[in-house]
């Protein structure tokens, strides 16, 4: 892995593919353990989540469902305070296993109000997935049950993670460099 350029800024290695799908394999292995039986529906965050979600749904060896919705509180490299419902949720989530799947949690806002609006249906129980986590940026007080990587503070792309649009197409995930 060498450093990248992508549009106006640089990136260096930090994340091989190599890692990432081993910390996929143990995730997975953890949730089917909790659900093997249970017939859990995963609720991807779009767009960043899809290949993370894509690699964890393919290792789910027992009867599960997958949906999506898009949320959205980036603009550029940093996060906004604002939280934007781009597409709703319309599975019917009374009674059922849920398990959120995010890419990465930073401040946790996000996650916070699709936990609200999942909570206000009622699951029989609600869990969270997150590839990536920012412990010294997350402001929340709910715990992420599934994590594979606790990371700095610092911008992140590949994998499923972008910068202005770009970068979602690498397999590996790269730091951004000095700015």
Same mark, same amino acid.
């Given at each position: 892995m060498d450093m990248i350029r992508v549009c106006d800024k640089e990136f260096k290695p930090y994340l091989g593919a190599a890692e990432i799908a081993k910390a996929v394999d143990t995730m997975a292995a953890r949730i089917e353990g909790d659900f093997r039986d249970k017939n #859990? %529906? @995963?609720l991807v965050i779009l767009n960043g989540a899809f290949m993370f979600a894509a690699d964890l @749904? +393919? *290792?789910?060896n027992f009867p599960c469902e997958i949906s999506f919705v898009k949320l959205a509180s980036y603009v550029g490299t940093t996060t906004s305070s604002q939280v934007h419902h781009l597409i709703g949720l319309k599975e019917d989530l009374r009674g *059922? /296993? %849920?398990i959120i799947v995010e890419d990465i949690v930073d401040t946790g806002l996000?996650?916070?109000r699709l936990r609200e609006q999942i909570l206000e249906q009622v699951p029989a129980d609600l869990r969270i997935a997150a590839l990536l986590? +920012? #412990?010294l940026a997350f402001r929340e007080r709910y715990k992420l049950d599934y994590t594979g990587f606790e990371i700095p503070n610092d911008f992140i792309i !590949? &994998? !499923?993670?972008d910068y /202005?649009? &770009?970068g979602r197409n690498l397999p590996d995930i790269y730091q951004i460099g000095s700015e």
């Open positions: #859990p %529906v @995963f @749904f +393919k *290792r789910m *059922r /296993n %849920v996000t996650l916070a986590f +920012k #412990p !590949g &994998y !499923g993670l /202005n649009g &770009y």
